[in-house]
C-alpha cells in the first residue's frame, strides 16, 4: 500500500488544545507557510489548519477557526490541500 493518493500526507505528532494548533511531521521540505492542511482519522475530515511555522521536519499549523472544537489527536493523518 506504498502509494500516495492525491496530497503528500503526514501525521499529528503534537497537539495543544489551549492553544488550538497541531504539530506535524512535515517540514519545509513539504510545506510552507500559508499552507493548508487537513486532519483526518479513519478516512474522515477532522479538521482543517493553515501552517504558521515550518522547521526541518515538522510544522506548526493553527485550527481554522470553524474547526477549532475539532478533538484532533497525535497519530492522526495530515494531507496537504
Given at each position: 500500500s506504498g502509494?500516495?493518493?492525491?496530497?503528500?500526507?503526514?501525521?499529528?505528532v503534537s497537539d495543544d488544545t489551549n492553544w488550538r494548533f497541531v504539530v506535524i511531521n512535515l517540514g519545509w521540505d513539504a510545506?510552507?507557510?500559508?499552507?493548508?492542511v487537513s486532519i483526518l482519522r479513519n478516512?474522515?475530515?477532522?479538521?482543517?489548519?493553515?501552517?504558521?511555522?515550518?522547521?526541518?521536519?515538522?510544522?506548526?499549523?493553527?485550527?481554522?477557526?470553524?474547526?477549532?472544537?475539532?478533538?484532533v489527536q497525535v497519530n492522526d493523518q495530515v494531507r496537504i490541500l
Open positions: 502509494s500516495q493518493p492525491d496530497g503528500l500526507r503526514g501525521r499529528v510545506v510552507k507557510i500559508g499552507d493548508t478516512g474522515r475530515v477532522l479538521a482543517k489548519a493553515r501552517i504558521e511555522r515550518v522547521q526541518e521536519g515538522v510544522a506548526a499549523a493553527s485550527l481554522l477557526p470553524e474547526w477549532e472544537d475539532a478533538s
